[in-house]
């Protein structure tokens, strides 16, 4: 089927940089919106950030001029630029797109997740 590949994650001190980028690829027809999520220990997945076919864009408020998301589709991958990064960003990194495959079927697709450690 269709399979998104994350990468770019790592150990940062707090007002470091990361880049994290994600792949689709698989029986692709397009690729809708596409979006990274977060989940630290103990704590519930939340959005981080959204961008949709048009290069829309959306953000939590907690990342708000910090992260900037984009995406190439001609590569059919999504990118998150972090900066400013804080302790409270230290989670596992998610990434998910809306599918529509060469069979037409359309599903949500998610990442196996990175790594994200700001520390001192």
């Known amino acids: 089927q269709v399979q998104l590949v994350e990468s770019g994650g790592g150990l940062v001190q707090p007002g470091g940089s990361l880049r994290l980028s994600c792949a689709a690829s698989?029986?692709?027809?397009?690729?809708?919106?596409m979006g990274w999520y977060r989940q630290a220990p103990g704590k519930e997945r939340e959005l981080v950030a959204r961008i949709g076919s048009g290069g829309s864009t959306n953000y939590a408020d907690s990342v708000k001029g910090r992260f900037t998301i984009s995406r190439d589709n001609a590569k059919n991958t999504v990118y998150l630029q972090m900066n400013s990064l804080e302790p409270e960003d230290t989670a596992v990194y998610y990434c998910?797109?809306?599918?529509?495959?060469?069979?037409?079927?359309?599903?949500?697709?998610w990442g196996q997740g990175t790594q994200v450690t700001v520390t001192s």
């Open positions: 998910n797109a809306g599918v529509v495959t060469s069979q037409l079927l359309l599903y949500s697709a």
């Open positions: 698989g029986s692709i027809l397009r690729l809708n919106a």
